[in-house]
C-alpha cells in the first residue's frame, strides 16, 4: 500500500473545518496503511480519536515539532498507547517523519516506531501501553508547569473508555481536582467497545460526566466527530481555571463501514483486501502537513541542579542510635539547596521524615494523601519537565505502585524512591505492614540501583548519591534506631561495600544489611569470645553488588553466610550467589559453604527482638548457623 508522489499541503491554526476533516480521514488512512503493512496493530481504536486529535493538532496544541525539547511547549501523553498508529501518523502530519519510515518501519526490530510509544522519539515524554497510566502522569507534568515553573503551557491526555476501569485514573483526576489544574485536560474516548466485547458503560457519556465532576474536575460532553463541537470544547478547556475531561462519544473503526462499532477489530491490522477497501472508503492517500500553533521561542531554561549553596548533610556520632529513615530526611532537607530536587509523601512523611523536606522547602514538597500510585506519577510528570523527584512511602506500599515504577523504568525516567518501616524489624504492626517483597520487586526493574544503608552516616550519604543518579533509584530504610557505625568522611559508592570486622584467621563472612548487620556484629562478638573469627561485611549496595568484595572473602574465609530481612526469594542471599556466579573466568568456590537466612514464614505482631529471633534472623540464628558452615 505506497503513497502516490502527492504534492504536501500545510494547515495552519486558522484551517478551515472542512481542511481538518481532510486531515482527519489522512489520519485515519495512514493508521490503516502502517498498520496493515506491519501486520499488526490497532488501527480500530485509531480511527475512533481520528477527529479528536485533528481538531487538536492543527488548533489547539502549542507544539513545536521541530523543538520538542523547547520547555515552553503543551505536552501530548497518549494514555492509549495501543493507538499509537494514530499517534505516528499525528507524527507523520507535522513533519516529523515521513511516511516511508511509518510503512517501513512501524512495529519492526530495531526500530523507534514501537508498537506502543517510548521516549525513544523525541515528542514522546512517556511510555504508554499499561492502561490507567497516561492521565496520572500528565498531572504530575501539569503540577510542575503550574506550581514549580509558573508556566503557561497546557498538557493535553488521550485516554480510552476502557481504561477508566483502573482506579489509578480516578486517582488521577482526585489529584487533578484537589490541585485545580486549569492547565490539565483529558479527551476520554468513548468508543464502546473494549478487547473482548463492549465497556461497562458502553455510551453512557452522562455516567463517565458525573463520575468526572464527582472528582472536582469539569465534564464536557461532545460528539467525538463533530469537528465544530471538538473545537469548542478544546477552547473551553483550554480558558478554564478547573482540570477539564472532554467526554467524546465516537464510533471505534469509524469511517470504514465493515469495521465501525464491529466487536471483534480490538488489536486487529486490516487484511490487505479490507485495508485498500478502507483507504478507498477514506478518500484515498493525502499528504497533509499541519503547522499548529507555536509556543514562546525563546523561554528562560528548565530548572538544573546548579545551585550557590552547597549541600551539608547531617552529621552523626559514632554510636550514637539514629533510624536510617531520620537520616533519610535529614539528608532531604540538606538536599533542597538543589533547585531541581522535588520531594513526594504519601501521607506518612511523619514516619519516613520526608516532612523535613517540608519544613525547609514546601513550593517543593507534594501530598499526594494515600495514593502510592499517583505519588509514582507525579514523580514521572516531575522528571519529564526537568526535576529529580524523590518519593517515599512505608517499604510495603510501593509494591501497589510496581507497575508505575516499571514503566518509569521504560521510560528512562531519573527518579530516587525510599521505602521505610521494612521487615520484621518493625514489630507489632503485623504482615500487612512489613515490606517483606521490596528489595526483590525494586531489583528487577531494569537499570535499578537498590541501597541498603545501616546507619544513619550511610543512610545520609546515599541518599545524595541517587540526587545525579540515572534511572529508578531505591533506599530501603529502617524503622528503629541502631548505632551510628561510621563517622562523617566515610564515602560510600553506589555499588561498594564495607568490611567491618577482617582478619588473617577468619573462618567465615557474615553478609547483613540494615537491621540484619547489627545481628551480624553481634553475633560476631559471641564466635569471637568463642575464639572463632568472623568476617562482617555490609552489603549497603545491593544492586550493583560488590561482587570482588565478596569473592574475596568467599575465598579467604572459605564460609558464606547471608543474613536479610526479607523473604529469601530476590533479596541479599540471591544477589550473593549472583555476584559470586556471575564472571565465568572467576576462580570456582569448589569448598565453598553458603548459608542463607531470611524470613521464610508469615510473622505476626511482637518486639524487634521477638520477631527476629522468631523468624531465625536473630544473633543467636546466626551465630548458631556460622558454627554449622564452619564445621561442614
Not at 129 to 134: E, T, V
Not at 293 to 299: D, E, S, T, V
Not at 311 to 334: D, N, Q, S, W
Not at 602 to 631: N, V
Request: glycine content about 10%.
Amino acid at each position: 500500500m505506497t503513497a502516490p508522489p502527492l504534492t504536501p499541503t500545510t494547515l495552519g491554526p486558522h484551517s478551515d473545518l472542512a481542511q481538518v476533516h481532510e486531515l482527519a480521514q489522512q489520519l485515519r488512512v495512514d493508521s490503516v496503511r502502517a498498520s496493515t503493512a506491519a501486520g499488526s496493530g490497532h488501527p480500530t481504536s485509531s480511527l475512533s480519536a481520528a477527529d479528536l486529535m485533528a481538531v487538536l493538532m492543527t488548533r489547539h496544541l502549542r507544539y513545536d515539532w521541530a523543538a520538542p525539547d523547547n520547555p515552553a511547549g503543551d505536552h501530548l501523553v497518549f494514555s492509549k498507547g495501543h493507538a499509537s498508529p494514530l499517534l505516528y501518523a499525528m507524527f507523520k502530519a507535522a513533519g516529523a517523519i515521513g511516511d516511508d519510515e511509518l510503512m517501513s518501519t512501524y512495529r519492526r526490530f530495531g526500530h523507534r516506531l514501537q508498537g506502543h510509544p517510548t521516549p525513544e522519539l523525541p515528542w514522546v515524554d512517556v511510555a504508554t501501553g499499561s492502561l490507567g497510566q497516561g492521565i496520572g502522569y500528565a498531572v504530575g507534568i501539569a503540577l510542575a508547569l503550574r506550581h514549580l515553573e509558573r508556566r503557561s503551557a497546557r498538557v493535553w491526555v488521550l485516554c480510552g473508555d476502557g481504561e477508566t476501569a483502573e482506579g489509578s485514573v480516578w486517582e488521577a483526576l482526585d489529584k487533578a481536582g484537589h490541585h485545580r489544574l486549569g492547565n490539565l485536560t483529558v479527551l476520554l474516548d468513548v468508543n464502546r467497545l473494549g478487547q473482548s466485547g463492549p465497556t461497562a458503560l458502553e455510551w453512557d457519556t452522562d455516567t463517565y460526566a458525573r463520575r468526572v465532576e464527582a472528582f472536582g474536575c469539569r465534564a464536557l460532553m461532545v460528539d467525538g466527530h463533530d469537528l465544530a463541537a471538538i473545537d469548542r470544547a478544546l477552547a473551553a478547556a483550554a480558558g478554564s481555571r478547573s482540570p477539564t475531561v472532554v467526554v467524546a462519544r465516537t464510533v471505534k473503526g469509524r469511517g470504514v463501514a465493515e469495521v465501525a462499532d464491529k466487536d471483534g477489530w480490538h488489536g486487529k491490522a486490516l487484511p490487505e483486501d479490507l485495508a485498500a477497501r478502507a483507504v478507498a472508503e477514506l478518500g484515498g492517500v493525502r499528504d497533509l502537513r499541519v503547522r499548529g500553533p507555536l509556543p514562546p521561542a525563546r523561554p528562560p531554561a528548565r530548572p538544573s541542579a546548579r545551585h550557590d549553596e552547597p549541600v551539608e548533610l547531617p552529621r552523626y556520632e559514632v554510636g550514637e542510635a539514629v533510624a536510617t529513615r531520620v537520616a533519610f530526611g535529614a539528608a532531604l532537607a540538606a538536599l533542597g539547596a538543589r533547585p531541581d530536587v522535588v520531594v513526594l509523601d504519601a501521607e506518612v512523611g511523619n514516619s519516613t521524615h520526608a516532612e523535613e523536606f517540608a519544613k525547609a522547602h514546601p513550593e517543593r514538597y507534594f501530598q499526594t494523601y494515600i495514593a502510592e500510585q499517583q505519588m509514582i506519577a507525579d514523580a514521572v510528570g516531575m522528571a519529564v519537565r526537568g526535576f529529580h523527584p524523590y518519593a517515599a512511602t512505608f517499604a510495603a506500599f510501593l509494591t501497589r505502585a510496581h507497575d508505575f515504577i516499571r514503566m518509569a523504568a521504560v521510560s528512562r525516567i531519573s527518579m530516587a524512591l525510599c521505602g521505610s518501616h521494612c521487615g520484621v524489624e518493625i514489630g507489632a504492626d503485623g504482615p500487612s505492614q512489613m515490606g517483606l517483597e521490596d528489595l526483590a520487586m525494586m531489583r528487577a526493574v531494569l537499570g535499578s540501583t537498590v541501597l541498603y544503608p545501616s546507619d544513619a552516616t550511610s543512610a545520609a550519604a546515599l541518599t545524595a548519591a541517587v540526587a545525579d543518579r540515572d534511572g529508578i533509584s531505591y533506599l530501603r530504610a529502617t524503622r528503629g534506631a541502631y548505632p551510628v557505625l561510621y563517622d562523617g568522611d566515610e564515602t560510600f559508592p553506589v555499588g561498594g561495600s564495607k568490611t567491618l570486622r577482617q582478619s588473617p584467621d577468619d573462618r567465615v563472612t557474615l553478609v547483613g544489611a540494615g537491621v540484619t548487620l547489627h545481628e551480624c556484629l553481634a553475633a560476631a562478638d559471641e564466635l569471637a569470645a568463642e575464639g572463632v573469627r568472623a568476617r562482617v561485611v555490609d552489603l549497603y549496595s545491593v544492586k550493583p553488588v560488590d561482587g570482588g568484595a565478596l569473592a574475596r572473602a568467599a575465598r579467604e574465609t572459605g564460609a558464606v553466610l547471608v543474613v536479610e530481612d526479607h523473604h529469601p526469594e530476590g533479596g541479599l542471599g540471591e544477589a550473593v550467589l549472583s555476584a559470586l556466579t556471575a564472571d565465568a573466568g572467576r576462580p570456582a568456590f569448589p569448598r565453598l559453604s553458603f548459608g542463607h537466612l531470611a524470613v521464610t514464614e508469615l510473622p505476626g505482631s511482637g518486639t524487634t527482638d521477638e520477631l527476629l529471633d522468631a523468624c531465625g534472623i536473630s544473633r543467636t540464628h546466626i551465630a548458631r548457623a556460622a558454627r554449622a558452615l564452619i564445621a561442614r
